[in-house]
């Protein structure tokens, strides 16, 4: 899986703290190089998971 799109215009699409944490999961199993989380509404929990993994991944190349 190249790139992954979560990407949602009306209304925002709310991914939530667990979710984020299983979104990381998806993204590191299926290899993702590109991932597109525009118009989300994450929380200040599920940022913080995601930064942390950010920091360790190696295979994301793309992100917005």
């Known amino acids: ?6 990407q949602y215009q009306t209304p925002p699409m709310h991914l939530t703290d667990a979710a984020s944490a299983k979104l990381v999961e998806a993204v590191e199993a299926y290899k993702v190089e590109e991932l597109d989380l525009n118009a989300n509404q994450i929380g200040v929990d599920g940022a913080k998971a995601l930064a942390e993994w950010l920091a360790a991944n190696t295979t994301l190349a793309w992100l917005q």
Not at 1 to 6: F, N, Q, T, V
């Open 1 to 6: 899986l190249g790139r992954l799109e979560l």
